[in-house]
């Protein structure tokens, strides 16, 4: 169950909002708004954090936002340790891990220690792994500071690393204990980071609310030019639709996969192309579009729900091109993804805007000729 509690009534654009993430004991509450990281003390405490915690983050987040945060936080708990990481999907690896416990060590951390991850994505998934790791797991808070983190990857509890073998191949599932998304801090994102957590909002759209797709459809001059109102509508909208899932298929038996919306062949283009070209953000938003042509192509999808998408997806941004990936590097990227099952291909499936089907089995020569196809055409296959 979820509930959306408002902490600020009369002031719309600036009221904060709170949803629970149920999942009994370990159920923990998302509070989202503007202006959130000078509370991030204050709100912490009341929450029952009564120790200084150790903030895990990046120099360019620290830069732009840490003082905000540190400060909210020294004024309750004293000095604080920060442990930064560096900048970039290349700093989610082992020897960023070591450098996390090393802090933690010298900083003296126990069983009773929190941590803060203070950044995007990447500084979620490897702060939430040292977490679940360190002494058999202590609790974090995700204080995520892009669109992706604050929309997607800050709850749910997938934490992890890369590893030479493949993205995020060792890892573990371990909830935060509170989030707290600040949507103010999104004002300072690079366009194109914007539009890369955009697109996983189309996705939560694309799978479960038609309304969202509206409200995107609607709004998203302002969205892209950062209006509080909108963003703030934006963050909390996904996130109601994701922290219903985890609620109710928190290891992804089966449920929680309509997430996966777009990533099958999304992270495909991302191993195809080293990494380097896409966005992961963008690279889902390909993902979805050739789920989309597929499902079209196997009769499920309307042309008109799939080109509806797909015009939503166009405006966002003019995204890198599958230029130059070939068939068989994509498809060797797409067998070894972990999402495979057994050697079966799974895709999840939008039949109609809103409504998601996860289709097993899926014929692979069919499935491969369609990715050459989709290679070739790209967004003409609409
Ligand atoms: P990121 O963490 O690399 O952040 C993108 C860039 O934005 C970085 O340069 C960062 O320093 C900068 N940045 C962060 N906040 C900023 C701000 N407020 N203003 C200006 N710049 C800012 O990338 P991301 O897109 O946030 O996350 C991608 C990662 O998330 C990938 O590793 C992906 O695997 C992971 N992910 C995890 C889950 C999950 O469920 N755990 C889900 C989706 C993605
Ligand atoms: N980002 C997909 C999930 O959290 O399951």
Redesign the pocket.
């Given at each position: 169950m979820i509930r959306a509690r408002n902490l600020n009534r009369g002031r719309r654009a600036s009221a904060h909002k709170t949803l629970t993430v149920s999942l009994g004991k370990f159920s923990y509450p998302i509070h989202i708004g503007e202006n959130l990281l000078p509370q991030a003390g204050s709100r912490l405490a009341r929450l029952g954090f009564d120790t200084a915690p150790i903030v895990i983050t990046?120099p360019?987040?620290f830069k732009?936002?840490g003082w905000k945060l540190c400060k909210s936080l020294q004024a309750v708990y004293g000095p604080i340790s920060v442990i930064h990481i560096g900048?970039?999907?290349r700093y989610?690896d082992q020897r960023s891990l070591n450098k996390i416990y090393d802090g933690l060590f010298h900083a003296r951390a126990d069983r009773k220690s929190w941590l803060v991850a203070f950044?995007?994505?990447?500084?979620?998934?490897i702060a939430g792994f040292a977490a679940a790791t360190y002494m058999r797991g202590i609790r974090y808070v995700g204080v995520p500071?892009?669109l992706?983190?604050q929309v997607?990857?800050s709850v749910?509890g997938?934490?992890g690393i890369n590893v030479p073998q493949g993205?995020?191949l060792i890892g573990s599932f371990h909830q935060p204990s509170a989030v707290l998304a600040d949507t103010g801090?999104?004002k300072?994102?690079?366009a194109r980071?914007l539009a890369?957590?955009l697109f996983e909002v189309i996705k939560c759209g694309a799978i479960r609310s038609t309304a969202m797709i509206g409200y995107l459809e609607k709004h998203l001059s302002q969205i892209l030019s950062c209006q509080s109102e909108a963003l703030q509508h934006i963050v909390l909208e996904s996130l109601r639709i994701k922290a219903g899932i985890v609620a109710r298929d928190e290891k992804e038996k089966h449920l929680r996969m309509v997430l996966n919306f777009g990533h099958t062949v999304g992270h495909a283009i991302e191993a195809a192309t080293h990494f380097k070209r896409f966005?992961?953000?963008e690279a889902v938003a390909w993902g979805m579009l050739a789920a989309l042509g597929y499902s079209m192509e196997l009769g499920l999808t309307p042309r008109e729900e799939a080109v509806r998408l797909a015009s939503l997806i166009d405006r966002v941004e003019k995204m890198p091109s599958l230029k130059g990936i070939e068939l068989s590097e994509l498809w060797d990227a797409l067998i070894r993804d972990k999402k495979f099952r057994a050697g079966d291909i799974q895709l999840v499936l939008v039949p109609k805007l809103g409504v998601t089907r996860i289709r097993d089995c899926i014929r692979r020569q069919h499935f491969k000729a369609y990715l050459k196809h989709f290679l070739r055409r790209g967004k003409r296959i609409f």
């Open positions: 990046n360019t987040v732009l936002h900048d970039g999907e989610k950044g995007g994505g990447v500084v979620g998934d500071t892009t992706l983190a997607d990857s749910g997938k934490v993205k995020n801090v999104l300072s994102l690079p980071e890369a957590g966005k992961h953000g």
